[in-house]
């Protein structure tokens, strides 16, 4: 198994790490104790993004989740966009210290910059080499969207 995998953004590299799972929303998944899981954003999500001005949740820690529910939103300085879970189960924390200060986010993506942690079934998520697969399919589609958005601007 590979240490990283870099996914080329044109001429921007996203690092992906190893000893993490991956999810479809672009979140990176990490097992804390069992059946506990912390969630961030993926380096890909990141460099999409650019930078995190605003975080909000809507729903409070101690709350049960199904798959896709809406939990919050993310306000960035290329969109304003609805935040999802990517599991099943019941939410247990959300990190504090990145809504006070979003740009952690930006800074530390894979440390301090942490979402939330959800006890749950991570099944749905994917190994790096399946995320990193799962970018390589979608990447042309992205680009067109990208692409659009900036003759809108």
């Not at 190893?18 to 999500?45: D, V």
């Not at 809507?58 to 993310?74: C, E, F, M, R």
Request: glycine residues 6%.
């Amino acid at each position: 198994m590979a240490d990283e995998l870099t996914f080329m953004m044109g001429k921007y590299a996203a690092v992906l790490p190893s000893g993490f799972r991956y999810c479809k929303n672009h979140m990176w998944c990490r097992t804390l104790e069992s059946g506990i899981h912390r969630f961030g954003f993926s380096s890909y999500a990141i460099r999409l993004m650019q930078d995190v001005y605003f975080l909000e949740w809507s729903i409070d820690a101690d709350t049960p989740v199904v798959l896709k529910q809406q939990i919050g939103n993310i306000e960035t300085s290329k969109a304003t966009s609805d935040l999802y879970v990517p599991i099943a189960g019941q939410l247990v924390a959300f990190n504090q210290a990145v809504l006070a200060d979003p740009s952690l986010i930006n800074i530390s993506g894979y440390d301090q910059g942490w979402l939330f942690d959800i006890a749950g079934d991570i099944t749905p998520t994917l190994s790096l080499e399946e995320y990193f697969a799962f970018l390589d399919g979608a990447w042309e589609l992205t680009q067109r969207h990208i692409k659009k958005q900036m003759h809108e601007e």
